[in-house]
């Protein structure tokens, strides 16, 4: 059995509270690994939030209000060790929720047992389209017609979407599809071919090349895209492989943009790729700029915080900040701890959430085995595609940006920037 974290101890004994006088909530993720630019993230954000929630006293739970205690585990990207962890957590009968994990895999390894006990789980920042539609339309498998999984996440369908969109909008005929061999990238790959088809098959395949975890050599599958003529390197994969890919498509001179998930976004791809990666097209939830009050706030904490300039992952760590305040929502309105009633809560939040990434407004409705969709809660406007700039993810398209300034002030960008300059003065 693993052993709760020193830092759960230290704050609960900062405010002399017991076990039963809290909200206890599991944060899980790679903390470690190729995987940990996402993970740590994810974590940190989340923490962010959770240091607001209690310094304000905490969630209103019926007639008192309760702080947030932290169960931090990292399941280091390993499908077995995540499958322990799940296991343990799911042994908890206090455990309120749990928020958290990457990787596919570790979803089909573990979230099997909390669903068993029906722990509320939001998969956060990201797992594969399979860490959903393995509840859906599966009779035999528990949990199917009350399923306590949810997820925070821009799912693949929609990034997909996305990827085939940018690539058709930029004039391209021939296209490679490139994917690592975990569940993620298989997933990824099937997704993109789909929605090839869906959007009228105006992208021709030339090519299908894929590579393991750990590959630093990518030689051999760009020559055999470029010799087939790949005008841009649609891609779906994890870590710092991904660089691997930029960096060998400039050693053989090839000029293929790379468009694929949000992944791209990570420092881990950012900072292995260098000058190399300028230009890649990813989707993104949230792009590190100051362009609301809200977002600012948020940079400016997490920054002063995790002492940083830049964060890790900002789609991770803003999915997880937003994460913990819909949990909290879905807490007050159950005006209970029991996760049972908090996932009730979730599926019909009565209140709009204020996170970074958008307003949310009751972005889950009762589970559906044949929609998976009633369990995600991203829709395609909460998503922009994002570019690499020199070292940071940027808007890819300025309308973007215009419209998330808008919406979240009513002003046009200029307008807003005029009325932060005044604010300063």
Same mark, same amino acid.
């Given at each position: 059995? /693993?052993?709760?974290?020193?830092?759960?101890?230290?704050?609960?004994?900062?405010?002399?509270?017991?076990?039963?006088?809290?909200?206890?909530?599991?944060?899980?993720?790679?903390?470690?690994?190729?995987?940990?630019?996402?993970?740590?993230?994810?974590?940190?954000?989340?923490? +962010?939030?959770?240091?607001?929630?209690?310094?304000?006293?905490?969630?209103?739970?019926?007639?008192?209000?309760?702080?947030?205690?932290?169960?931090? #585990?990292?399941?280091?990207?390993?499908?077995?060790?995540?499958?322990?962890?799940?296991?343990?957590?799911?042994?908890?009968?206090? +455990?309120?929720?749990?928020?958290?994990?990457?990787?596919?895999?570790?979803?089909?390894?573990?979230?099997?047992?909390?669903?068993?006990?029906?722990?509320?789980?939001?998969?956060? &920042?990201?797992?594969?389209?399979?860490?959903?539609?393995?509840?859906?339309?599966?009779? $035999?498998? &528990?949990?199917?017609? !009350?399923?306590?999984?949810?997820?925070?996440?821009? %799912?693949?369908?929609?990034?997909?979407?996305?990827?085939?969109?940018?690539?058709?909008?930029?004039?391209?005929?021939?296209?490679?599809?490139?994917?690592?061999?975990?569940?993620?990238?298989?997933?990824?790959?099937?997704?993109? /071919?789909?929605?090839?088809?869906?959007?009228?098959?105006?992208? !021709?395949?030339?090519?299908?090349?894929?590579?393991?975890?750990?590959?630093?050599?990518?030689?051999?599958?760009?020559?055999?895209?470029?010799?087939?003529?790949?005008?841009?390197?649609?891609?779906?994969?994890?870590?710092?492989? +991904?660089?691997?890919?930029?960096?060998?498509?400039?050693?053989?001179?090839?000029?293929?943009? /790379?468009?694929?998930?949000?992944? /791209?976004?990570?420092?881990?791809?950012?900072?292995?790729?260098?000058?190399?990666?300028?230009?890649?097209?990813?989707?993104?939830?949230?792009?590190?700029?100051?362009?609301?009050?809200?977002?600012?706030?948020?940079?400016?904490?997490?920054?002063?915080?995790?002492?940083? $300039?830049?964060?890790?992952?900002?789609?991770?760590?803003?999915?997880?900040?937003?994460?913990?305040?819909?949990?909290?929502?879905?807490?007050?309105?159950?005006?209970?701890?029991?996760?049972?009633?908090?996932? !009730?809560?979730?599926?019909?939040?009565?209140?709009?959430?204020?996170?970074?990434?958008?307003?949310?407004?009751?972005? %889950?409705?009762?589970?559906?085995?044949?929609?998976?969709?009633?369990?995600?809660?991203?829709? #395609?406007?909460?998503?922009?595609?994002?570019?690499?700039?020199?070292?940071?993810?940027?808007?890819?398209?300025?309308?973007?940006?215009?419209?998330?300034?808008? !919406?979240?002030?009513? +002003?046009? &960008?200029?307008?807003?920037?005029?009325?932060?300059?005044?604010?300063?003065?």
């Amino acid at each position: 059995m /693993l052993k709760q974290t020193a830092f759960g101890t230290l704050v609960l004994a900062a405010l002399g509270l017991h076990a039963g006088d809290t909200v206890k909530i599991a944060l899980t993720g790679p903390y470690s690994g190729g995987s940990a630019p996402m993970g740590t993230s994810t974590r940190d954000g989340s923490k +962010l939030a959770i240091a607001e929630i209690n310094a304000a006293g905490g969630i209103q739970v019926g007639a008192k209000r309760m702080k947030i205690e932290i169960i931090e #585990r990292d399941d280091e990207a390993k499908n077995e060790r995540g499958a322990l962890i799940a296991q343990e957590l799911a042994a908890m009968g206090d +455990l309120s929720g749990v928020i958290g994990t990457v990787n596919t895999g570790v979803c089909m390894a573990g979230d099997k047992h909390l669903q068993e006990q029906g722990i509320t789980k939001i998969i956060c &920042p990201a797992a594969g389209s399979a860490s959903m539609t393995q509840w859906a339309n599966k009779p $035999d498998k &528990p949990g199917v017609k !009350e399923n306590s999984i949810f997820r925070f996440a821009a %799912y693949d369908g929609i990034q997909a979407a996305m990827v085939v969109e940018e690539a058709i909008n930029r004039k391209f005929k021939k296209v490679a599809v490139v994917f690592d061999s975990t569940n993620y990238g298989v997933s990824g790959r099937d997704d993109m /071919l789909d929605q090839i088809k869906k959007q009228g098959n105006k992208l !021709e395949v030339v090519a299908q090349e894929k590579f393991n975890i750990g590959d630093k050599d990518m030689t051999a599958q760009l020559l055999r895209a470029k010799s087939v003529g790949a005008e841009a390197i649609l891609i779906w994969a994890i870590g710092p492989e +991904l660089a691997a890919v930029s960096n060998g498509a400039a050693k053989i001179g090839m000029k293929s943009s /790379l468009i694929g998930g949000w992944t /791209l976004s990570m420092s881990n791809y950012i900072d292995n790729a260098g000058k190399n990666g300028n230009g890649t097209l990813m989707p993104q939830t949230f792009i590190e700029e100051p362009i609301t009050p809200k977002a600012k706030a948020f940079i400016d904490g997490f920054h002063k915080a995790y002492k940083v $300039d830049r964060m890790p992952s900002a789609v991770a760590a803003a999915q997880g900040y937003d994460a913990v305040y819909i949990f909290a929502a879905a807490v007050k309105q159950a005006g209970s701890t029991d996760t049972h009633k908090i996932k !009730e809560a979730l599926e019909d939040l009565k209140e709009p959430v204020k996170g970074v990434i958008a307003t949310w407004n009751h972005p %889950y409705t009762k589970w559906d085995p044949a929609d998976v969709a009633t369990h995600e809660a991203f829709r #395609r406007e909460q998503v922009v595609m994002g570019m690499v700039q020199d070292g940071r993810v940027v808007f890819g398209n300025e309308s973007d940006k215009a419209r998330l300034i808008k !919406e979240a002030t009513g +002003l046009t &960008p200029a307008k807003a920037k005029t009325k932060a300059k005044a604010k300063t003065k």
